[in-house]
């Protein structure tokens, strides 16, 4: 007879997700071992099997719920008001997405290459789409300048994305009215300069 699942199943391997980017991040995704993030969430290891056949399968788990989830949050979000506004939301959005998400975030800088190639696309793509939609922001916000250059696009967007994870390395236990003030700042930077501050 088949192993039911249990009720609380999904909410299970949500947690061993959460502990296991924890593990991965502090400890290293080559070090960690399937004993160690039984043991990190308390569970034995013929357990987390139960939940995950291996290491491999739980590090796609950590970065395609994450990065699927950051991606949808972003790109569906509904912003309005003038282009500027709107952009003003999407990049304070961003910096929100991340609280909370430090050891995913960690995980994707330092162990996405430990996917395979396939995989490794998929959650590229997911960067990408968010990539577009701040680049889309931006460009409406002055589609006469830098909405015509394709590379000084990238390279705002680009800039823009750098002051955000700049932020996440080294804030990261800061509140959500922090990160709305400096979201605020990386928007003026961004539309007026150092000048418009």
Known sequence: ????????????????????????????????????????????KANIYHYY?????????????YLKKLRDDICGLKATGTPEQRLRQLIGAVLLAYQGQDHEHQVQINAMGALPEDQQNRMRSYQRD?????????????????????????????????????????????????????????CSLTLRGIQGL
């Open 130 to 186: 968010l990539v577009r939609c701040v680049s889309d922001a931006i460009q409406a916000c002055a589609p006469d300048t830098v909405g015509q250059d394709k590379a000084q696009l990238r390279g705002v967007t680009m800039s823009v994305f750098g002051m955000l994870n700049w932020y996440y390395m080294w804030n990261t236990g800061s509140g959500t009215k922090a990160r709305e003030d400096y979201a605020e700042l990386v």
């Open 53 to 65: 056949e291996s290491k491999d399968a739980i590090l796609l788990d950590i970065l395609d719920s």
């Open 1 to 44: 007879m088949a192993r039911t699942i249990a009720k609380d199943h999904e909410e299970k391997r949500g947690q061993i997700l959460k502990q296991a980017a924890k593990v991965f991040a502090t400890e290293g995704f080559d070090r960690a071992s399937m004993a160690m993030l039984a043991r990190e969430c308390g569970i034995s």
